[in-house]
Structures are given as C-alpha cells and as structure tokens.
C-alpha cells in the first residue's frame, strides 16, 4: 500500500524498525547464543551467514516472518555477531518474506526459498552485499523498479496536488490535479503487475508484489503466474495467501456481485450495503489524509442533487484510524451520505472484502449490485453517471 496508504504517505511493503517494540511481545525479546526455531506448516532448512564489521560482537540480530495479509511481523529467529564480527546460523521454516532486523535499526529485506545460502557482508562504509539467494535478488530488482516508478508517475503529480492543495487553489484546478494524481497510480499500477509477471516468475518475491496487483491488468497473465507459483511451491502459507489474493480480485472485477459490506455510522447506527439494493451506488473508500479523497467528496454533493432522484446513491466507507479525524474531514467536506467505518483499516472486513490496500478506492454498482465500473472519478464519474441517468 503505497500511494496514499496511510497519514505519513508511502511506506515499503515491509514495516520499519521503529515499528517492531510495537508488535513483538515482551516474551519474544529474549535472546540466546545462535539460532532458535518455530515449527511451520512446510518446513525446509535455510541457512544465513556472513560478516558485518559495523557490528559490535556480542550484538543480537532477529530474524523477523513478514505477513503482508495482516501486516505484521512475527519472531523466526536470531544469532549473535562472533567476536570476528561474524555469523553462521541455520534455521528450519517455511519458504517466505524475511527481515533480518540489526541492533542499528538497519532491515535487510529477504525472500528466501528452501536451501539457499545467503551471504551477508559489509565492511565499514560500505553497502551491504547479499548473494546466495536469487529470490531475494529479484526483491531487491522489484523494491527498485517500484520506487523509480513511484518517482516517475506518482510524486510529481501528488506534489503539484499537494501545493494547490496548501495554497487553497480553487475547485477546478484541485479537481484537474487530482485526476492527475489517479492516472499516474493507475499507470505505476500497471507497471507493478508488468514486472510481477514478466520478471518475479515463481520467485519467492512474488508475494512481495501481490499487494499490489491490479486486476484490471492482463490479469489472465497474472493468474496464470500465481497457478504456476502454486504448482513449483505446494502447500505454502505463501501460496495459499496468492490463490486467495486472486480470488479477491475476481470478486472485485467488472461483472461481479459486490460483497453486501456492512458497519457501524458515525454516531453508531449499524448500515449496509444492501440496503441500497434497486439503487446505482458509488462504492468509495476514502480517508481524511488522502487529499484526491477529500476532492473527490466536494464533487459528490453536486451529483446527488443532480441524479439522487433518478436512483442514485453513495454509500462511503471511511479509513481513518481516528473517530475523531473522520468526524471532522467528514463535517469540513460537507460528507452528509450514509458511510461506515472501522478501527482496523486495512483489515477491516470491508477493506478486505474489496481488495482495498491503498486509496482512493471507489466501485459503482449497478441496482443488482454488480459492478459496472471501478475508480472513477471527476468527469470519467459525470461522464458514465450522465450515460446511466440521461440516456
């Protein structure tokens, strides 16, 4: 979830360090001399060595399981740096996404597959050099391909919004830059499933990328590259986490029966989507940090008037972690359409259900409630609202 993924913008798939006191209970911060293990589903041995003279002996470095689908971190393992500034540790578990986290507050990013070697050096000054494991190889291609995309398409734009937005530049300009912003993500998107398929192959990396699929591109491609992984790499939580992200995709595509989400409103009435059954409803996430959002909501109200009497509605679904941010975006935006919303964000049961890992987000749904169309906006909305409602 990049783009607008949360208040401070984009982070990397893998949480920072400074996050890691947060989710690793007291238990688990104990350490002892070499390597310790926790079983796994698909068990297989990988081992970790090497040098890094930055390190004091004695320091203790984890070993930290990535989860993307609950964005977390759980304790694999660690070793302790030999008096030579060393390591050498062998550890049995599944094939996955790793952090090796140093006590610098360094991460280094692995994929790994099952026995591999990996060698990490580094001399004082120095980056570090990992060899012995291809997948993370293609991790560290992707993690790269992925910032200068975001570099080339999405910043530029974002910035320019983000100036109008602070010099209060008036409805037309902010909408024109925020339709600018969409289509660079769209297009940073599209590049994102172009490597996924044609560079991380079966890769372990593959999961890496699967956040942030697009399944409006060759997303045949796309399905045919995680049955292929499924195929090479059996019975993996990994694995089984692809297959799902895919069917969740599917279920968001054009054609498809949106999910019946349902939640609580701002002053605790319990709504739901089905409600608006015989209605076209807008389907939009949005959250109080994401400035194409709140754009976006000062559009709305003109298009309710304009077409609430024809049979059509909005139903939101905030983002926000804050009740209080949410109230507040909501009242400054003029926000008076039924929305629900969720403490747990990301994992929230509506977030989920649509596949929603950044935002703007938005589904309209025909009064059947399939989807006809997804992430429209500005005039793309007025365009396709005006072929529904004034044919």
């Known amino acids: 979830m990049e783009w607008h993924s949360n208040p401070s913008g984009f982070h990397s798939i893998l949480p920072n360090a400074l996050s890691l006191k947060k989710r690793l209970s007291p238990n688990l911060t104990a350490f002892v001399v070499g390597a310790w293990l926790l079983s796994a589903t698909a068990l297989a041995d990988f081992a970790i060595s090497g040098s890094l003279d930055h390190l004091e002996p004695g320091s203790k470095v984890q070993l930290l399981r990535e989860d993307l689908d609950q964005r977390n971190r759980t304790l694999e393992g660690g070793l302790v740096i030999q008096a030579n500034r060393s390591f050498d540790a062998t550890f049995t578990g599944e094939p996955g996404l790793f952090s090796l986290v140093l006590p610098t507050g360094e991460t280094i990013a692995l994929a790994i597959d099952d026995g591999q070697k990996i060698s990490i050096t580094a001399t004082t000054g120095s980056p570090i050099k990992i060899t012995g494991s ?27 919004l983000n100036k109008a937005n602070d010099t209060g530049a008036d409805a037309a300009t902010m909408a024109h830059l925020s339709a600018g912003e969409v289509e660079g993500y769209a297009a940073h998107k599209r590049e994102l499933n172009d490597f996924s398929i044609d560079q991380a192959k079966t890769s372990i990396a593959l999961y890496a990328t ?5 399944g409006d591109h060759r997303s045949k491609a796309l399905e045919a590259q995680v049955d292929m992984f499924a195929k090479s790499h059996p019975d993996l939580v990994i694995t089984r986490s692809m297959l799902e992200r895919m069917r969740l995709l599917k279920l968001t595509s054009i054609g498809s029966i949106g999910s019946p989400i349902s939640g609580k409103s701002i002053d605790g009435k319990e709504l739901s ?27 709305y109200a003109s298009l309710l008037e304009k077409y609430s009497s024809a049979g059509f509605a909005i139903f939101a679904v905030n983002l926000d972690e804050s009740r209080t941010s949410w109230a507040i975006a909501s009242k400054r935006d003029g926000v008076y359409w039924p929305q629900i919303s969720d403490p747990l964000v990301w994992n929230s049961p509506a977030a989920l259900a649509y596949n929603v890992g950044a935002l703007p ?27 529904l409602f004034e044919e």
Not at 368 to 386: D, H, S, T, V
Request: hydrophobic share 40%; proline share 6%; aromatic share 10%.
């Open 134 to 160: 291809p997948d993370t190889d293609v991790l560290q291609a992707y993690e790269t391909f992925r910032k200068g995309s975001l570099a080339r398409l999405v910043y530029p734009p974002r910035a320019e």
């Open 210 to 214: 699967s956040l942030r699929w697009d």
């Open 273 to 299: 989507l089905k409600d608006f059954r015989g209605k076209t409803v807008l389907l939009d996430f949005w959250a109080s940090w994401c400035v194409p959002c709140r754009v976006e909501n000062r559009h």
């Open 361 to 387: 987000v938005s589904f309209l749904l025909d009064p059947e409630g399939r989807i006809i169309a997804r992430n429209l906006r500005g005039e793309q909305l007025n365009a396709k609202l005006e072929a």
